[in-house]
């Protein structure tokens, strides 16, 4: 993990002094090759919150001393300075504090691109969330919940159960207790979800195709598992008569104008109630261990790097 000087800001860039790093499943599968790194070298972590240090030519709108936040790419959360294009930076309202953005400012974006672009949830919209108990379902269930839908959440454990009924889902399924796909059916009156979120992947994702009403989507956004299945477009229809999708969080970002739209809609979520759980903070020399917590199942909510 890279410390020291990073330089002077070239044209169009900003150095920031990073004060705390988010983890994300995101950085384990680019520590293990699942995911390719973009360039080398590189600093893992892919979201931070910190002050500007010192602007260079051409940049406008941002001041030495502000505090800012960033996600996506270019990489490098987990150091304590670095260089970052003026235009990735988000300068922070006052009443969000660093330990809140810091660990979800990805995930914001993230349950933005899937409640407003993959998938404009409307009031009495079914919703199957699955890992609902982990950082990001939790708020895929609470921000949901604010848009009027009913939410249906699945979990690995009963322990984690508790964790996505406090978040506010309508139902909890506990994987690998239940059938999945009768169990929603049942609670949709055979009907089954307008939409899935399966950041799982593996056997979960099968199960997902046929809780899914017919024309609905299913959205796969990551493998906790370790893999993805292969599905064959005949999987989807004519009998499903669904659709699969598989977006990116990066892409998404990837649009600066998108980018800081989503980023504005997700603090204004924070300034009118949307709420986060805290998850563990480890120093920046146990960014290790960090990661096997993780990969374990043994964290909940936001994961954070202490750099100072």
Known sequence: MQQGDPGRPGRGEVRVRQRRAGINFVDVYHRTGLYPVPSYP????????????????????????????????????????????????????????????????????????????????????????????????????????????????????????ELARAAGADHVIVHGRTAIPAAVHAMTDGQGADVVFDGVGGD??????????????????????????????????????????RPSVFRYAADPETYHAAAAAYFEALSKGLSIDEGPIFPLSHAAEAHRALEEGRTTGAVVLDLD
């Open 42 to 161: 590189a600093t893992p972590g892919v979201e931070a919150v910190g002050i500007v240090e010192a602007i260079g030519e051409g940049v406008t709108g941002l001041a030495v001393g502000q505090r800012v936040a960033w996600a996506g790419l270019p990489m490098g959360g987990y150091t304590q300075a670095r260089i970052i294009p003026a235009a990735r930076l988000l300068p922070v309202p006052d009443a969000v504090p660093d330990r809140l953005i810091s660990g979800t400012m990805l995930r914001g974006l993230t349950a933005h691109m899937l409640l407003h672009r993959v998938h404009a949830v409307k009031p009495a919209d079914r919703i199957l969330v699955t890992a609902a108990a982990g950082g990001l379902g939790t708020m895929i269930v609470r921000w949901a919940k604010r848009l009027g839908a009913e939410v249906i959440g699945v979990t690995g454990r009963e322990a984690k159960a």
């Open 204 to 245: 979960l994702l099968l199960d997902c195709l046929d809780c899914v009403r017919p024309f609905g989507l299913v959205a796969s956004l990551g493998q906790a598992s370790g893999w993805l299945p292969d599905i064959a477009l005949g999987e989807l229809g004519p009998r499903r008569s669904i659709a699969i999708a």
